[in-house]
Nanobody, 125 residues
Framework: QVQLVESGGGSVQSGGSLRLSCETSGVTYPRYCLGWFRQPPGKEREKVAGISPGGTSTYYAEPVKGRFTSSRDNAKTTLYLQMNSLKPEDTGMYYC??????????????????WGQGTQVTVSS
C-alpha cells in the first residue's frame, strides 16, 4: 500500500527558503514517478516538479525553474523539494504524488494515482 506523508511547510517572508519532505512507503524503487503539486488559495492544483522512477529525468514548471529543486535520498524513500527565493505567489498547499510506471514526471495532476495529505506553505511580502 502506497503512503505519502509531507512535512516541512511553514510561513516565510519573500526571498526565504523552505525544504519540503515526502516520506514514502510502498513506493518500490524504481517503479514509480514522484512529483510535487501545489494548490494556491481558490485555484486548481498545479504541477510544480516531477522526477522519473530512476531519477534520471526531472521536470519543473516554468514559475519555479531555477528556484526549486526536487531530489531523493540515497535510500530512495524520501522525496525533497528545496524551495529558494520564495515569492508570495508560491503560497499554497503542497502535495506529494506518486504514479506507477509507465509514467511521466511531466504528467498533469489527472495522471497521478497516489497523493499525500499536503503541507501548507505561506510566503508573505
Amino acid at each position: 500500500q502506497v503512503q505519502l506523508v509531507e512535512s516541512g511547510g511553514g510561513s516565510v517572508q519573500s526571498g526565504g527558503s523552505l525544504r519540503l519532505s515526502c516520506e514514502t512507503s510502498g513506493v518500490t524503487y524504481p517503479r514509480y514517478c514522484l512529483g510535487w503539486f501545489r494548490q494556491p488559495p481558490g485555484k486548481e492544483r498545479e504541477k510544480v516538479a516531477g522526477i522519473s522512477p530512476g531519477g534520471t529525468s526531472t521536470y519543473y514548471a516554468e514559475p519555479v525553474k531555477g528556484r526549486f529543486t526536487s531530489s531523493r535520498d540515497n535510500a530512495k524513500t524520501t522525496l525533497y523539494l528545496q524551495m529558494n527565493s520564495l515569492k508570495p505567489e508560491d503560497t499554497g498547499m503542497y502535495y506529494c504524488a506518486a504514479e506507477l510506471i509507465p509514467c511521466s514526471p511531466a504528467a498533469d495532476r489527472h495522471d497521478w494515482q497516489y497523493w499525500g495529505q499536503g503541507t501548507q506553505v505561506t510566503v508573505s511580502s
